[in-house]
């Protein structure tokens, strides 16, 4: 395996600045009433309950704690397109795909490179939201833009012309996907062959506390408030919901490695992972599910490219607790309520953490575990 150590400033750094929310005093916040976890489908870390408004949900908890893919992430991805391609295919930035496209805001960023991005996604709702999304931003352009459609990742050759993508991105959803072998045939039916289409597979976890002495003690505390919320939807899950939550977490915990690309099929496969060494992969560990969490590798040794970066100031943030438990609120919506408290995860539980932090209103410093893996369709 060609296996490289490389300094972060080579490729990502920094992070979009977002719209910074005040947070209220922790002394000020209601006490959220009881309430029911909503069971879902397979997909269920991405969607939210029947019940809950999904554009408030994606303006005020999702889009406002998540991190924002930097330029250089997308920049990334763009510069693989172009020199990975054979120099018999001069690669083109014509059609792009965004799949699990969720609230739209990585489509509205491919917008800036090509001229027309397909957005696709299993929920209605989320379509919606991502043209809202789109039209408040690029009101002029979205009907040229932008082809919104309801699709599985695993079907999207049944929707789409072969071999017409320039790119593929999928960001936060192959390890949610019943058959990630069957999506990424259908990807590369989609894609342009020779080296012409690009398919970019990005993830991302918790995050963590970079500071070492924090994240020796309150780490720990984050995943156990982080698993007990996962411990009380897996418990009132189908059997197949379940067995969803198993694959997410082995996928995760892999680092998208259990990811296949045969060699007849895919050529310069590069897997890209920051902060491997010392951060967690994935939202929830083996025991919010009650199972083991087994990682699998489908690596090709010594044909893939496999760069591993360390860097704890990646996508930083500066976070107190009441932020921290905004970004946890948007993991697993639940019905009514914005918060985590009260029946699933205690105050007692935030407090205890924010005294470890130093104190409410006192902020420390967040990296994030991020993988993205790029292939080009041969």
């Given at each position: 395996?060609?296996?490289?150590?490389?300094?972060?400033?080579?490729?990502?750094?920094?992070?979009?600045?977002?719209?910074?929310?005040?947070?209220?005093?922790?002394?000020?916040?209601?006490?959220?009433?009881?309430?029911?976890?909503?069971?879902?489908?397979?997909?269920?870390?991405?969607?939210?309950?029947?019940?809950?408004?999904?554009?408030?949900?994606?303006?005020?908890?999702y889009?406002?704690?998540?991190?924002?893919?930097?330029?250089?992430?997308?920049?990334?991805?763009?510069?693989?397109?172009?020199?990975a391609s054979?120099?018999?295919?001069?690669?083109?930035?014509?059609l792009?795909?965004?799949?699990?496209?969720?609230?739209?805001?990585?489509?509205?960023?491919?917008?800036?490179?090509?001229?027309?991005?397909?957005?696709?996604?299993?929920?209605?709702?989320?379509?919606?939201?991502?043209?809202?999304?789109?039209?408040?931003?690029?009101?002029?352009?979205?009907?040229?833009?932008?082809?919104?459609?309801?699709?599985?990742?695993?079907?999207?050759?049944?929707?789409?012309?072969?071999?017409?993508?320039?790119l593929?991105?999928?960001?936060?959803?192959?390890?949610?996907?019943?058959?990630?072998?069957?999506?990424?045939?259908?990807?590369?039916?989609?894609?342009?062959?020779?080296?012409?289409?690009?398919?970019?597979?990005?993830?991302?976890?918790?995050?963590?506390?970079?500071?070492?002495?924090?994240?020796?003690?309150?780490?720990?505390?984050?995943?156990?408030?982080?698993?007990?919320?996962?411990?009380?939807?897996?418990?009132?899950?189908?059997e197949t919901?379940?067995a969803?939550?198993?694959?997410?977490?082995?996928?995760?915990?892999?680092?998208?490695?259990?990811?296949?690309?045969?060699?007849?099929?895919?050529?310069?496969?590069?897997?890209?992972?920051?902060?491997?060494?010392?951060?967690?992969?994935?939202?929830?560990?083996?025991?919010?599910?009650?199972?083991?969490?087994?990682?699998?590798?489908?690596?090709?040794?010594?044909?893939?490219?496999?760069?591993?970066?360390?860097?704890?100031?990646?996508?930083?943030?500066?976070?107190?607790?009441?932020?921290?438990?905004?970004?946890?609120?948007?993991?697993?919506?639940?019905?009514?309520?914005?918060?985590?408290?009260?029946?699933?995860?205690?105050?007692?539980?935030?407090?205890?953490?924010?005294?470890?932090?130093?104190?409410?209103?006192?902020k420390?410093?967040?990296?994030?575990?991020?993988?993205?893996?790029?292939?080009?369709?041969?």
């Open positions: 395996m060609h296996h490289t150590q490389q300094r972060s400033q080579l490729y990502v750094r920094g992070i979009i600045s977002q719209l910074h929310l005040t947070p209220p005093s922790a002394s000020n916040l209601p006490r959220p009433p009881r309430r029911t976890l909503i069971a879902t489908s397979p997909h269920r870390s991405w969607e939210v309950s029947p019940n809950i408004d999904t554009t408030s949900y994606w303006d005020q908890g889009l406002r704690t998540r991190p924002t893919y930097p330029a250089s992430f997308y920049h990334q991805i763009y510069d693989y397109h172009t020199a054979p120099s018999s295919t001069a690669p083109t930035f014509t792009a795909h965004d799949i699990g496209a969720g609230p739209g805001h990585v489509a509205h960023a491919l917008a800036h490179k090509f001229p027309h991005v397909h957005v696709s996604d299993i929920d209605p709702r989320h379509l919606t939201y991502a043209q809202h999304l789109h039209h408040t931003n690029s009101p002029s352009t979205t009907t040229t833009k932008f082809t919104y459609t309801l699709a599985r990742a695993e079907h999207l050759a049944a929707h789409f012309p072969p071999a017409s993508a320039d593929i991105l999928s960001a936060l959803l192959f390890p949610l996907l019943p058959s990630p072998a069957t999506a990424l045939r259908a990807c590369h039916t989609v894609l342009k062959p020779a080296g012409g289409g690009t398919l970019a597979i990005a993830f991302y976890g918790l995050p963590h506390f970079s500071e070492a002495p924090y994240a020796a003690t309150c780490q720990p505390l984050l995943d156990g408030i982080v698993d007990r919320l996962y411990q009380s939807a897996i418990r009132r899950a189908t919901q379940r969803s939550y198993k694959r997410e977490a082995d996928a995760a915990a892999s680092w998208l490695d259990c990811l296949a690309f045969p060699a007849a099929e895919w050529r310069a496969v590069q897997r890209w992972t920051w902060n491997r060494g010392w951060a967690r992969m994935g939202f929830f560990t083996g025991r919010a599910g009650g199972f083991v969490v087994e990682p699998v590798s489908r690596v090709r040794a010594g044909e893939e490219e496999v760069v591993e970066v360390e860097d704890r100031g990646l996508w930083r943030r500066e976070w107190d607790v009441c932020r921290l438990r905004r970004f946890v609120s948007g993991l697993l919506p639940l019905e009514g309520v914005a918060g985590v408290e009260g029946g699933v995860v205690s105050r007692g539980d935030w407090g205890a953490l924010a005294a470890e932090m130093g104190g409410m209103g006192v420390r410093a967040f990296s994030w575990p991020v993988v993205l893996v790029l292939a080009k369709r041969r």
